[in-house]
C-alpha cells in the first residue's frame, strides 16, 4: 500500500483534517488554522453548529457529518476524503468523551461509547487516512493527563487514553524520522463545556487543584506543536512530572489524593464562582 501521497513534506498550509471542532478547543484549533491558510475539514455530528462557529477566514472550511461511534460510518467518510485526492498536512484527533462512574456502575453503553469515540475511530481514521497523508505531515493526538495517570471514578476513560498514548508511540516508531510526525498533548482540564458536563456528571475535583486552562491558550499551544517535530507535551508540565512519578511509585497518588481533592474542592468552588460572576457580566 502506497503510505505517503507524494514525497514533499507538508512546511506550508495545505489540508487539514480534525474531528472534535465544535468543542471548546477544536473550535480554537480549526479558526487558528484558517487564519493561517489551512483548507480545514471537520468531522463532526454537527456540521450546522461547526459552520455557526467557525467562520472561514484565509482557508477554507467544511463540516462534514460523521458519527465516531460508528465505524463504518468513519471507513465511508475516510473513503471519500481519499477520493477527493487532495494531501493530508495535518491530521487532528481532538473528539474526546467521558463518562465519570465508579467501576461498578460501568454500563455496557458508555464503555462502548469511550472506547470508539476516544480510541477506536483515532487508530481506524489514522490507518484510513494514510494514503492521503504528506510527507513530513504531522498528526496530533489531543490527549489527557488521565492517559499517564488512573483516574479515580474514571477507569473506562483513563484506560482509553492510556490505549491512546501507546497508539501513538507506536505509530511513531513505524516510520523514519522527519517521514511522518506523530504528537501527543496531555491536558489537564480546559475551561469547555466537556469540562462543566463532567463535572455536573461527578468528575474528579482533582480537575481543579489547578486553575482550567482556556481553550484558547491550548489551541495555541496545539498550532505550535504542529509546526516542528513530534513529540510529547504535557500542560500543565508539572501534571506530566507528577504523573510519570505516580507510574514509577504507584502508591504516591494515594496518599496524596485526599490533600490533592481538598484542594481540588477549594479549586472548584472559585472556578464556579467565578463562572457566574462571568455570566451576570
Keep these: 500500500m502506497k503510505l505517503f501521497s507524494c514525497r514533499e513534506r507538508a512546511s506550508v498550509p495545505s489540508f487539514a483534517v480534525m474531528t472534535g471542532g465544535t468543542g471548546g478547543i477544536g473550535c480554537e484549533i480549526a479558526g487558528l488554522l484558517l487564519e493561517q491558510g ?21 482557508g477554507r472550511f467544511e463540516a462534514v457529518y460523521c458519527d465516531l461511534t460508528k465505524p463504518a460510518e468513519l471507513e465511508s467518510v475516510s473513503n471519500a476524503i481519499l477520493e477527493r485526492k487532495k494531501n493530508i498536512g495535518l491530521l487532528i484527533h481532538c473528539a474526546g468523551k467521558i463518562d465519570p462512574e465508579m467501576t461498578r456502575n460501568i454500563t455496557r453503553r458508555s464503555l462502548e461509547e469511550q472506547m470508539t469515540i476516544n480510541l477506536t475511530s483515532p487508530i481506524l481514521m489514522t490507518s484510513q487516512l494514510l494514503p492521503a497523508v504528506s510527507f513530513g505531515a504531522h498528526i496530533v493526538f489531543v490527549n489527557s493527563i488521565a492517559g499517564v495517570m488512573p483516574l479515580q471514578g474514571s477507569s473506562v476513560y483513563s484506560a482509553t487514553k492510556f490505549g491512546l498514548r501507546g497508539f501513538a508511540r507506536s505509530l511513531a516508531l513505524e516510520f523514519k524520522s522527519g517521514a511522518l510526525r506523530v504528537s501527543s498533548i496531555f491536558l489537564g482540564a480546559v475551561d469547555t463545556p466537556m469540562l462543566e458536563q463532567e463535572t455536573r456528571d461527578g468528575g474528579s475535583v482533582l480537575n481543579f487543584v489547578n486553575k482550567p ?24 508540565a508539572l501534571d506530566g512530572i507528577f504523573a510519570h512519578a505516580c507510574l514509577i511509585m504507584p502508591w504516591l497518588l494515594r496518599i496524596t489524593t485526599p490533600i490533592l481533592e481538598k484542594v481540588g474542592h ?16
Excluded: Y
Excluded at 483548507?39 to 477566514?57: C, F, G, M, N, Y
Excluded at 495555541?220 to 506543536?225: F, K, W, Y
Excluded at 467565578?274 to 457580566?281: A, H, T
Design 38 to 58: 489551512w483548507d480545514v475539514l471537520l468531522l463532526t455530528r454537527q456540521p450546522h453548529k461547526a459552520e455557526e462557529l467557525i467562520s472561514s477566514r484565509n
Design 213 to 236: 486552562l482556556s481553550a484558547r491558550h491550548v489551541a495555541n499551544l496545539i498550532i505550535r506543536m504542529s509546526e516542528g517535530k513530534g513529540r510529547e507535551v504535557f500542560l500543565p
Design 266 to 281: 477549594i479549586g472548584m468552588q472559585r472556578f464556579h464562582k467565578n463562572k457566574k460572576i462571568f455570566q451576570k457580566n
